[in-house]
């Protein structure tokens, strides 16, 4: 396995925090967020939405999404179990995930994607380009405030 990396940016740190946690080294190449590397061809055959990180199974086979790349992890490494045991443990982790991705991560982005310069048509995750809209910035502000 090798995992597409980019330090330092929300998802790839999302996942630096599982694997700290797992214990688990896997080898990285970094991509180079921003130097556009991410949409490159040759990037955009492993990771089709453009997005770090991106795990490239031994086969393969490439896993992008932060949550879709620890829950393939969680199964081949299940200790410690980071999404719960039982049930209500998983149905919790799951609900508690989601609640973080979208009152937290999506408001952190808002904020980011729509305010600096160097961000310039990237306001969205994605093979395409958008325009920012300001006043996500202000909204994104309140949303971060609210979260935490």
Not at 92 to 102: D, G, H, Q, S
């Amino acid at each position: 396995m090798k995992l597409y990396d980019y330090p330092g940016v929300p998802n790839p740190r999302r996942l630096n925090i599982f694997l700290a946690e797992k214990n688990l080294d896997i080898p990285r190449i970094k991509i180079d967020l921003l130097k556009g590397e991410q949409l490159s061809d040759a990037f955009r055959a492993k990771s089709p939405n453009c997005d770090v990180p991106a795990l490239e199974l031994d086969d393969g086979t490439h896993i992008s999404q932060v949550n879709a790349t620890c829950r393939y992890l969680e199964a081949c490494y299940p200790e410690p179990p980071l999404y719960g045991r039982t049930p209500k443990e998983i149905g919790l982790v799951e609900m508690w995930n989601n609640i973080c991705f979208t009152n937290g991560f999506q408001a952190v982005a808002d904020y980011f994607r729509n305010g600096p310069d160097w961000l310039e048509g990237r306001a969205l995750i994605g093979p395409h380009n958008y325009d920012k809209i300001p006043a996500l910035v202000e909204r994104g502000r309140q949303r971060i405030h609210h979260f935490f």
